[in-house]
């Protein structure tokens, strides 16, 4: 299998289980919405404490839900390369992928733009005629790797990460 195509059997399995998902808590909460994007007060694990959550009530109690994925593509570990760099790929659930910088110290800084365009806090690229926001639901930053819930993000958000990771220098990483 070709490394697109898993990615895509990866996203296509999650955005499915998501759909299922976001159709029960529909038909269970009168009032709610998913990818209801937050950002938590105080210290939090979330890049700028924004988080978007899989699916939100408005009832008296106000629920957040987090899809717990039942599906996962396994597969043999893949290695690729892009430009000067070496990826190793362990794992792939869409919504819970770790990128391990194995040569490179990493700061929360160096994915700023990347956050702003596929988590995009202010919803500039909102169409309110498409199902899902199409952005990632979460980013986490520390000083060896990134971990990210790509949500309902298409594939094109992963390779901008990777292609970020290369402009960064990095010489490997570690998917998992």
């Known amino acids: 299998m070709e490394f697109e195509e898993l990615l895509e059997l990866a996203r296509d399995s999650y955005v499915g289980q998501f759909a299922d998902f976001v159709d029960k808590q529909a038909a269970l909460f009168d009032k709610g919405a998913a990818e209801v994007k937050l950002q938590i007060s105080g210290d939090s694990e979330y890049y700028r404490n924004y988080f978007c959550a899989d699916f939100a009530s408005n009832d008296d109690d106000g629920h957040i839900v987090e899809l717990a994925a039942e599906e996962e593509v396994t597969f043999d570990p893949v290695e690729v390369?892009?430009?000067?760099?070496?990826?190793?790929?362990?794992?792939?659930?869409?919504?819970?992928?770790?990128?391990?910088?194995?040569?490179?110290?990493?700061?929360?800084?160096?994915?700023?733009?990347?956050?702003?365009?596929?988590?995009?806090?202010?919803?500039?690229?909102?169409?309110?005629d498409t199902r899902f926001s199409a952005c990632i639901h979460s980013l986490k930053v520390d000083s060896t790797q990134v971990t990210v819930d790509f949500g309902t993000a298409p594939i094109t958000a992963l390779a901008d990460l990777l292609m970020r990771f290369e402009s960064l220098g990095c010489q490997s990483l570690t998917v998992n």
């Not at 490179?104 to 500039?124: I, S, V, Y």
């Open 81 to 128: 390369s892009l430009g000067n760099m070496e990826i190793t790929i362990n794992r792939l659930v869409w919504n819970d992928i770790t990128i391990a910088s194995n040569d490179r110290t990493l700061l929360a800084g160096d994915f700023a733009e990347w956050f702003e365009t596929w988590f995009d806090p202010e919803e500039t690229t909102f169409d309110p």
